[in-house]
Nanobody
Framework: QVQLVETGGGLVQAGGSLRLSCTAS????????MGWFRQAPGKQRELVAT???????NYADSVKGRTTISRDNAKNTAYLQLDSLKPEDTAVYYC???????????????WGQGTQVTVSS
């Protein structure tokens, strides 16, 4: 079984920064894509950013220029640096990963439990 654990959420003033971490644990061969999604109250979960195992990244337009996703493959960890935060960034942020159990199998998708990010105006 694979578990994703997020840390780093909290309360910050507008214009501030936060760094979220997501670490995968369990038994598996590799992790392909890792990503961050967020869900604000009353809204659907939406993509924030993704990163492939080779480092290629993708960002939602709403966070481009203010957010950096990175990963440490040796630590099975992805990071999300959130800068110039706005009140509309307030949401629960979820980590997501496509995990390959063995070298010859397909990937399985996992979610973390979420971490709250609150930006005050």
């Amino acid at each position: 079984q694979v578990q994703l654990v997020e840390t780093g959420g909290g309360l910050v003033q507008a214009g501030g920064s936060l760094r979220l971490s997501c670490t995968a644990s369990g038994s598996f061969f590799s992790i392909d894509q890792m990503g961050w999604f967020r869900q604000a109250p009353g809204k659907q979960r939406e993509l924030v950013a993704t990163i492939q195992s080779g480092g290629r990244t993708n960002y939602a337009d709403s966070v481009k220029g203010r957010t950096t996703i990175s990963r440490d493959n040796a630590k099975n960890t992805a990071y999300l640096q959130l800068d110039s935060l706005k009140p509309e960034d307030t949401a629960v942020y979820y980590c997501n990963a496509n995990v390959r159990p063995t070298v010859s199998t397909t990937t399985y998708n996992y979610w973390g439990q979420g971490t709250q990010v609150t930006v005050s105006s």
